[in-house]
């Protein structure tokens, strides 16, 4: 079964998700790519080292997509939502081991606007 993959657009129509993809040098890009891809193929089933769950109750809705180009590192947010879809939220570049509070805060925040505004919330 194939999934589909939503990009987190605002209230003002920006996709914060793009923007990061499209910051990132090509190379990283491609490999975003890819990964995005294999989510949609594989869905649930596509485990570590390509996706984790966030611990915790705060964020217990969201997984990350782990990204690895060279010695660049990178994570995107995104949550389970209905028939089969999942929404990227949040992309961030990791620079130490800990996930800065303040990226996953911006998730949860993208992710509470997209259900409050679906009227799923």
Do not use: C
Not at 63 to 70: D, Q
Request: charged content about 30%; hydrophobic content about 35%.
């Amino acid at each position: 079964m194939k999934w589909n993959i939503e990009l987190y657009q605002d209230a003002s129509g920006k996709t914060p998700v793009l923007k990061f993809i499209q910051s990132l040098p090509e190379k990283h890009q491609s490999k975003v790519y890819r990964e995005i891809d294999l989510l949609e193929s594989f869905g649930t089933n596509l485990s570590f080292p390509h996706t984790s769950k966030l611990e915790g109750d705060k964020y217990k809705k969201l997984w990350e997509l782990r990204i690895k180009s060279g010695s660049d590192i990178s994570r995107i947010f995104y949550f389970a939502y209905i028939d089969n879809t999942f929404v990227l939220l949040h992309g961030f570049v990791k620079k130490s081991n800990k996930t800065p509070s303040r990226d996953l805060d911006k998730a949860i925040s993208n992710m509470n606007d997209y259900l409050e505004r679906s009227g799923k919330l």
